[in-house]
């Protein structure tokens, strides 16, 4: 059994808002391990982000946390600000979304991981530069010498997101989070961001959480997959458990939208509906309203992510039969459907 | 670089041009009083005043006037370089007085500068930091009411209770530097803190909004990802993208500036510049109104160029072009 770097136990983030209360995630529960990536899936505004940003300790504000963040035996949302700064950036590094504006415009490229290194370790510019220089040759930056001294708009996308991942990883942390590290990328570009997460990963022996829209990048690094839904887990197992027999409609519909060779991008059925709103959920399932196979409990009490006779845990009240029959049948009408 | 310095310097030049030559027409398409006869003084005679046109050169066409302004104004006059001309009033040069009054200007400027950029900016950064608390609105209060209580009314006031009431600072006027520095600070003292009030009040409302922008972008989340102590999030990451706008805007009102204060001058009885023109654009003395029209447009032009200068050095994405 690996070692259990980070868990997470009912976490619940609340933003108040003029609109109301939103609940951006309501009760989250999961572990990552070292040496493996935990895949975080789910559509757009469904707490993804917030989750890990609360993991990070970057939410303030407007927000109330509740639940453990448990990372490396300490309780982050109990220990003292000061505490969890010091593990930001050094136990934990994040990679962003968006490689074109996540870097400081105005600082050249090797001072903003040199101040990363400063922020945690006791050493001169001097070495805390060649660290940094270091770190994009491990990256695959070419002529890092160089290009350390380069300002960000004199990258590319895909550099950039390189430097991110050097300024995140210079310091050998424990754990790396990438929310949604490819999406701002060309397709080439991000099966290399892949591979060097991947790589990298291997050689630091560290846990990764991998936050997407996208199964199909899931599918490929992943050991583990949390599927998410309105600030909640529907379904939480291994890659092949998930992939090869997932028990939640939802699932059914992302995994229905992966583009593959013979289905190509027009022909996606994206799930139909709206996602729910976050300050007044629909009653039981927050999926419901959207879900083809609801049925009479749907709308009464919460489902909740626990074991249901399957092999994993999921959040739907449909038998354990008929959620195979389901989930065999539409992949059969799948596969008949005209390339 | 030096070449972009060169092209911009041309500009300057043409800015001047275009300006003094708007200056010429206008003067003589408004329909007043021939300068001459006013010079000439109670009772004039036809040859008298014919006598003074000649002197001023005003029987030339106004064109013919414009282009010998020029010449002198590039290549120099009697008194040297650049030439300027002669006071219609005074029949003293023009340069002289211009160059002792920019000089009154420029310290009302600078030390109205220094105390708009010292309120301006603390107050515009902790009100953006500490958003819709107490401190904010009051900040925003007084930034309101900088914005919009008019000079003359702040300075009449200040004078009120300053000099007539409590007479802890002297009156209207003017004292150099170097006869009195005491005298000097503290009768510079009321015009400066009046004049910067307008723009502290700007500045503060302009550091608040670009600061606020500004920690909401993400590089500032990165920043606290790497585990920056907030401090240092704030002062070095937010304050250096928010603060790039303000040097532009900063060197843009500061050449604006240095063209005369004409209400605080006035209010203050300031030897300035602003009071200088007033005066010239009512006795009709082109050379003395044409003399700060230069001085002014070269300052604004001139400034320009100095924050265009300074911006690509803030700002490594922007590139001489
Ligand atoms: N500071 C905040 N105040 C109020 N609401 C917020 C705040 N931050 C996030 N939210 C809300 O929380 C919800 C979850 O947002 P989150 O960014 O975690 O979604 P996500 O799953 O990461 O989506 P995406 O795929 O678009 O990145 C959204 O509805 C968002 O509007
Ligand atoms: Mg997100």
């Known amino acids: ?339 | 670089m030096t070449r972009y310095v060169i092209r911009r310097l041309l500009y300057v030049i043409l800015v001047i041009l275009v300006i003094t030559f708007i200056s010429y027409v206008v003067f003589f398409l408004m329909p007043s009083g021939n300068p001459a006869v006013q010079f000439a003084g109670k009772s004039p005679t036809k040859a008298l005043i014919h006598q003074i046109e000649k002197q001023f050169g005003l029987n030339h066409p106004w064109y013919v006037q414009y282009g010998i302004f020029v010449k002198h104004l590039f290549l120099g006059d009697q008194y040297g370089w650049p030439g300027f001309g002669e006071s219609y009033n005074t029949r003293e040069p023009v340069k002289n007085e211009l160059f002792s009054r920019a000089w009154v200007t420029f310290q009302l400027a600078v030390g109205a500068a220094v105390v708009w950029l010292a309120m301006g900016i603390p107050i515009g950064i902790v009100s953006a930091l500490r958003r819709r608390t107490l401190i904010d609105r009051a900040s925003m209060g007084f930034a309101l009411f900088g914005v919009s209580a008019p000079v003359f009314v702040l300075g009449l006031l200040s004078l009120w209770i300053f000099w007539q009431h409590l007479r802890i600072l002297p009156g209207t006027g003017y004292t150099s530097f170097s006869s009195n520095p005491a005298e000097w600070f503290l009768q510079f003292l009321q015009p400066w803190v009046v004049l910067s009030l307008l723009f502290a009040a700007f500045y503060a409302r302009m550091v608040r909004g670009n600061l606020l922008e500004t920690m909401s972008e993400d590089y500032i989340r990165t920043a606290r990802a790497k585990g920056l102590p907030e401090r240092r999030v704030v002062f070095k990451h937010g304050l250096r993208a928010s603060l790039t706008p303000v040097v532009t805007m900063f060197g843009m009102d500061f050449g604006l500036l240095l063209g005369g204060a004409i209400i605080t001058e006035t209010v203050f009885n300031l030897p300035g510049l602003g009071t200088y023109v007033v005066q010239a654009v009512n006795d009709q003395n082109l050379p003395a109104v044409v003399g700060v029209v230069v001085l002014a447009a070269f300052f604004v032009a001139f400034f320009n160029l100095v924050v265009d200068i300074l911006y690509a050095y803030l700002d490594p994405r922007v590139r001489y072009s």
């Open chain 1, 1 to 339: 059994m690996a070692e259990t770097l980070l868990e997470v136990k009912d976490l619940k983030v609340q933003f108040d808002t003029p609109d109301g209360v939103v609940k951006a995630v309501d009760g989250v529960s999961f572990t990552v391990e070292r040496g493996q990536t935990l895949g975080v899936v789910g559509e757009s505004g469904s707490g993804k982000s917030v989750t890990f940003m609360t993991v990070m300790g970057l939410i303030a504000g407007n927000a109330r946390i509740s639940g453990e963040i448990i990372f490396e035996g300490r309780d982050l949302l109990k220990l003292p600000p000061a505490e969890v700064r010091a593990i930001r950036g050094d136990g934990m590094g994040m990679v962003f979304q968006d490689p074109m504006t996540s870097l400081h415009p105005m600082y050249r490229v090797g001072d903003q991981i040199v101040e990363a290194i400063r922020a945690h370790r006791d050493i001169d510019r001097k070495e805390a530069w060649d660290m940094a220089v270091e770190m994009l040759r491990k990256v695959g930056l070419p002529r890092p010498e160089e290009r350390a001294k380069d300002y960000p708009h004199e990258y590319s996308g895909g550099m950039r997101q390189r430097a991110m991942i050097a300024m995140a990883m210079v310091l050998n942390p424990d754990l790396l989070i990438a929310d949604e590290p490819t999406t701002a990328l060309d397709v080439t570009v991000q099966a290399q961001i892949l591979e060097l997460m991947e790589q990298l990963k291997s050689e630091y022996n560290c846990g990764v959480v991998l936050i997407t829209h996208d199964l199909g990048v899931v599918a490929d690094v992943s050991q583990k997959v949390m599927v998410m839904y309105a600030g909640r887990a529907a379904e939480y197992g291994t890659r092949d458990q998930v992939f090869n027999t997932p028990l939640h409609p939802y699932t059914w519909g992302l995994l229905e939208s992966i583009p593959t060779v013979e289905r190509r991008v027009e022909r996606l059925v994206p799930i139909e509906g709206t996602p729910p709103s976050l300050i007044n959920p629909p009653r039981g399932c927050a999926f419901h309203p959207r879900c083809p196979h609801r049925f009479e409990p749907c709308d009464g009490e919460r489902p909740e992510l626990e074991m249901r006779g399957g092999d994993h845990p999921d959040a739907c009240y449909l038998a354990i039969e008929d959620k195979r029959r389901l989930w065999a049948e539409r992949e059969q009408r799948r596969q008949k459907e005209p390339a």
